[in-house]
């Protein structure tokens, strides 16, 4: 496509084409949930990174931004999910680029004039520039191209603009990859450390072990003190650093599912629909005007259908009725109104003419039956594109580039896969009269022309109503403390999502929970939240039953969690005592595997880097006291994972001396590359102070 046309449908995603370079350079999908969900600030303000405050303003600019990146690339909708999956990408970038630019000024990185313009136009172009200018096929920049459309900065302002913008994120980019060769090349790895990764990988251990399993003493056995408790959360406090906020909410979903008696009504309407479809004389209005989903009325090719009824629909012949089927949650009623063989895709230029800048309809349409006229007499499209089209691909000669079905208006695709390479057609657009030249056609695939009917199985409104009054019902006499014994009293479910993140789009159970989170972290604990929440598939009631604040968690935070975990520190202590009285006095693992009923298990050929039992699980500890044992000595009990072990090594094969400690290196230096620009990052936001308030406002 040409110049203009890419600077108008994609320069408003560069912002976002930054986002996925930062996100890409510094793996920050892990990092970046900073922040408290609720802070004191003023009504404007999203949150403040390291001091500098994110006003809603130029934020809700940004998220835009990045919704309508979602929805092109999800076709046109997205879900709670994705959208706020696309608000997040937008707060990543914004607490990227403000630390990373303080990070540059401190290092005093810079991108020079020299260097953006060999960025923009010279001898090594950014990837933004190769993206939009480059060719494809032969992996070269358009030069002429860029420096044509620089040139037509001073004439043309929205060009200018956009402009401005694409020279901003090649700056951006530039400086990230700057500072990225910074963090690269302050990485080394020294010849003993290459040496012991290599004996790591490589280095074989033989050894026998005997294990008692948790699972062989019963919970029901084990009695918990808070003492152990206490000592397990004290072992392990570094596994209780919260990152974000979390909230647990317990509700109850009222179905709105379709009753039996919902589902026969609609079957009826259905059979009824068949019948008056089958004898239409509009096929294509009398599906547009009954269908729940509207699928365009053009030529389609297989697999844009639902799978069921696409496996077999493309096997009609012109006439056929398809239909009443259920399938998935909707019936399809399809005429198959024209089939025959069209290509797989179509490569076009043209020259676009707006009527209103030319006197009307009737001009628009004689100038382009004269350019049809030239062009047939062997004109150059590129020289009538330049002059003529109102479009930015004159900048291309009039290219549109190569595109499938669906890409186009309905009027320019017809016209481009109805016609045969070479010919040449004027057609009218919601965007004016085209005299389009069809350059190339690619394959050759059936495709069908069908008129189209689903009709969804939905609750009808007395089942949404009974539903709603239920709910409405159950909030109304639910209290904080008696939420569980009401819900079980009425035979209700009651649901649990929880370590809900205050700018989540989901939450286990429920399909479109945002209203209901942003509530939830506006609630105290114990409080039901105000309103009967409407989800795709029912009304809920909701309570929050816990808050998790950033930082250091609780033992009275985390101890429903750590409950399994210290029931089997409880019962090693049990299988360590039992362990030891049978090394006592033993010769050998034999005799300790007799005295505790089992059989010493062998294993062969195991290395230090992959500590997979087999048949068990991964046993770190296990392992590691493998590698570091004598021959032939017995081990102490040793707390794994799965169960206590006694172990004894048998023998341990050495690889061959390392050959290529240069190759060595270098491998191992780009994974610690790959790890360390995370962990800068991650360093540039432990010494800063994130506050994110978003989920006031989305």
Do not use: C
Request: glycine share 8%.
């Amino acid at each position: 496509m040409g110049v203009m046309t890419f600077m108008r449908t994609k320069m408003g995603y560069f912002l976002v084409g930054g986002i996925a370079v930062v996100l890409a350079l510094f793996v920050l999908e892990p990092l970046l949930q900073q922040g408290p969900a609720i802070f004191g600030s003023s009504r404007n303000t999203v949150g403040s990174i390291d001091g500098e405050e994110v006003k809603y303003e130029e934020f809700n600019q940004k998220v835009e931004q990045s919704v309508a990146q979602f929805k092109q690339q999800y076709g046109g909708e997205i879900n709670d999910q994705m959208k706020a999956m696309a608000i997040d990408q937008a707060w990543q970038a914004e607490v990227a680029g403000v630390l990373l630019n303080k990070e540059y000024e401190r290092l005093g990185l810079i991108i020079s004039g020299d260097e953006l313009f060999d960025l923009l136009q010279g001898k090594n172009p950014s990837p933004l520039i190769m993206q939009y200018f480059g060719n494809q096929q032969t992996g070269q920049i358009d030069r002429a191209a860029v420096i044509n459309s620089l040139k037509q900065q001073s004439k043309n302002p929205d060009l200018k603009k956009q402009w401005d913008m694409l020279q901003i994120e090649v700056e951006k980019q530039a400086l990230q990859q700057k500072y990225a060769s910074l963090i690269r090349n302050s990485i080394y790895v020294t010849s003993l450390e290459a040496n012991d990764e290599y004996s790591n990988r490589n280095k074989l251990a033989n050894f026998k072990y005997v294990n008692l399993d948790y699972s062989s003493i019963l919970d029901k056995d084990v009695k918990i003190t808070d003492g152990d408790y206490q000592a397990y959360y004290d072992a392990n406090k570094k596994r209780f650093e919260n990152p974000t906020e979390t909230r647990t909410i317990e509700y109850v979903n009222f179905s709105i599912k379709p009753t039996a008696a919902d589902s026969a009504a609609i079957k009826a309407q259905v059979d009824k629909l068949a019948a008056d479809f089958r004898t239409t004389p509009n096929d294509s209005l009398f599906a547009a005007t009954n269908s729940d989903v509207k699928v365009p009325y053009v030529y389609l090719s297989k697999g844009k259908l639902d799978p069921a009824v696409d496996s077999v629909i493309f096997n009609y012949p012109a006439g056929s009725f398809y239909g009443p089927a259920l399938s998935g949650n909707s019936y399809k009623l399809i005429k198959v109104v024209a089939s025959r063989f069209s290509p797989d895709s179509v490569k076009a230029s043209h020259v676009l003419i707006d009527p209103s800048k030319i006197g009307g309809d009737v001009a628009a349409n004689k100038l382009a039956d004269s350019l049809k006229t030239l062009l047939q007499g062997g004109a150059s499209m590129a020289e009538l594109a330049a002059k003529y089209s109102v479009d930015g691909s004159k900048d291309s000669g009039g290219d549109v580039g190569t595109f499938a079905r669906g890409a186009m208006v309905p009027e320019f695709e017809n016209a481009a896969f109805d016609g045969k390479t070479g010919d040449i057609k004027v057609v009218k657009s919601q965007f004016g009269i085209h005299v389009l030249k069809i350059d190339k056609q690619v394959g050759n695939a059936k495709v069908a022309k069908l008129a189209y009917i689903e009709k969804s199985l939905a609750p009808s409104s007395k089942t949404r109503d009974v539903a709603y009054k239920k709910a409405s019902s159950f909030l109304n006499e639910v209290k904080g403390d008696n939420f569980n014994s009401l819900a079980q009293k009425n035979g209700y479910t009651v649901g649990v999502a929880d370590r809900v993140g205050a700018t989540q789009g989901y939450a286990a159970g429920l399909d479109n929970p945002r209203e209901l989170i942003k509530e939830a972290y506006a609630a105290d604990k114990g409080e039901v939240l105000p309103q009967v929440y409407t989800m795709d598939n029912g009304f809920v009631v909701a309570r929050l039953t816990e808050v998790k604040p950033k930082g250091q968690l609780s033992l009275e935070d985390v101890k429903k969690q750590i409950q399994p975990m210290v029931m089997n520190a409880v019962k090693a202590k049990m299988l360590t005592e039992k362990l030891n009285k049978a090394l006592a006095g033993s010769p050998n693992i034999e005799a300790v595997a007799q005295k505790v009923g089992k059989t010493a298990a062998p294993v062969q050929n195991m290395v230090f880097a992959n500590p997979i039992i087999p048949g068990l699980a991964q046993e770190n500890k296990v392992v590691g006291t493998v590698f570091g044992s004598a021959v032939g000595k017995l081990s102490k009990p040793i707390e794994g994972d799965k169960g206590v072990y006694v172990v004894v090594a048998e023998g341990f094969t050495n690889p061959a001396p390392l050959g290529n400690t240069f190759k060595q290196k270098e491998t191992m230096m780009l994974g610690i590359t790959q790890r360390s620009l995370g962990a800068a990052f991650q360093a540039l936001q432990d010494k800063s102070e994130i506050k994110d308030n978003r989920v006031k406002f989305y």
